[in-house]
């Protein structure tokens, strides 16, 4: 069996992310120190965040962002296209991301032919 390059890594990014979320309504310094933990660890072991989760987090302050509670997000239109905006409760930071419902948006990692391997 392949072993995963950096899987101890990816567990302890997955978990950080996970009380960082949690913390985001509660404690923000908090939620923005277990961020700052994950983009840390990530750099260290020269590791990819996935999307979905570097999206989540504050580029400034790197708290995650969750609507509502440590951020407020809007769809917004810009030059007749569509964009969903973040800003953060914490710093202020906006984060704005585009969203046209006839373009392909994902990154490269989301798309079908960036899979090159599956390992079970
Ligand atoms: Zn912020």
Known sequence: MKKLQGNDSFQRINYLY?????????NPVLSAYYGNLIVNVAKKNVLKIHPDIKRQICKKCRSTLVDGTSAKMKIKNKDK???IEWICNTCGTKKVFPADKDKDHRVWLERPEAVEEVIN
């Open 81 to 83: 296209s569509k964009c």
């Open 18 to 26: 996970q009380i960082s979320k949690h913390m985001a309504g509660i």
